[in-house]
Every structure is written in structure tokens, then in C-alpha cells.
């Protein structure tokens, strides 16, 4: 089950391949079509399954991947999965942003230096993670609260 789906324009596929790369590297499961699509597979049902898998969305946002159809229906899907969505606006201004993301906190990457990004993809990956263990600290007191009422 990813921790992260990418959703991005095959045209910044090299910004997209970085962003995974850095949050793999951080012990994360990250979706990214262009990798995690297997050769023959039928790639429309995958991609639903890995976004609804997927605790959070990571919208590179980018002059491209805003006119794509096919990043418009993920960040669609996102919204109404109710995902933690992070706009990574690398190409554009906040203020570009279409009403249907602008809402959501975003991370501006533009005219930022490299390691200006690697510190902000570091801190989305450290956000991430520690949401995860938030998540696996509740499943493991419902299940020893499940355990305690068994045993009475």
C-alpha cells in the first residue's frame, strides 16, 4: 500500500522521478506511474487502486499538469477521498493556482535552490512518516483495547 501518490504531468516526469526517488530514500512507498506501472498492465484500475490506497497525494504542480485531464480526475479523486493533498507548485505562484486546489497548503518550490528543495521534500517526507506512525499507534491501541474487552 503506497504512502504517497504522485500525481504529475508525464512532461515534468524528471521532477516527479526526483520527488520519488528522495521520499523512497526516506523509507516511504511512493506511487509513481511511469515506475510502479508494470509493462501490459491496464493502468486506469491501478492508478484508482493506489490513490484510494494512498494516505496522501502529492500534486506536482506545474503549468502542465494543471491543463491534464488525467491529473485533474487524481486531485479529483483526492478531494473527494478526502486525501491529505500537497500542491508542489514548482513552475507557477500560489496565486496561479485554480480555485478547485487553492485551498490546500501547499509547498512553492519555484526559484527555490536545490537544497532549499531537499529540505522541503525532506519535511513533506518527515510529515508524512509521522503521520503513518500516528496511524499505526491507533490501530495498535484499538487492537489491545479489543484484546482487553476479550479477555473479561
Known sequence: MPDVFISYSVKDEQLAQFVRQHLAQQGLDVFLASISLKQGEHWTPQIIHALKASGWVFLLASKN????????????????????????????????????????????????????????????????????????????????????????
Open 65 to 152: 499538469a494543471l491543463a491534464s485531464p488525467n491529473v485533474q480526475q487524481e486531485v479529483g479523486g483526492a478531494i473527494f477521498g478526502q486525501k491529505k493533498l500537497v500542491p508542489i507548485m514548482w513552475d507557477i505562484e500560489p496565486r496561479e493556482m485554480p480555485r478547485w486546489i487553492a485551498d490546500y497548503q501547499g509547498v512553492v518550490l519555484k526559484g527555490a535552490t536545490m537544497e532549499q528543495i531537499n529540505t522541503r521534500v525532506a519535511q513533506l517526507a518527515a510529515d508524512v512518516k509521522a503521520d503513518k506512525v500516528k496511524g499505526q499507534l491507533v490501530v495498535g491501541a484499538a487492537f489491545f483495547g479489543l484484546l482487553f474487552l476479550l479477555a473479561k
